[in-house]
């Protein structure tokens, strides 16, 4: 495997209106694409151990 093969992604929770959702930031999903392998990365200290916040706003732009 290579870097290229891993794709990383985050859960989101839509909400409406559109901006006030947000994606969990802390505990991404690590999946090979070659391989079918996945897992989700969860940190052994928590969120505020780190100073992190578990969720982080979109900054998405307002229209009207």
Not at 14 to 36: C, F, H, M
């Amino acid at each position: 495997s290579t870097p290229d093969d891993v794709v990383v992604l985050v859960i989101v929770h839509p909400k409406d209106p559109l901006w006030e959702s947000t994606a969990n930031l802390y505990s991404p999903l690590v999946i090979n694409q070659r391989t079918g392998a996945a897992l989700q990365l969860v940190p052994s200290v928590s969120e505020h151990e780190l100073g992190w916040a578990v969720t982080t706003p979109f900054p998405l732009e307002r229209n009207g």
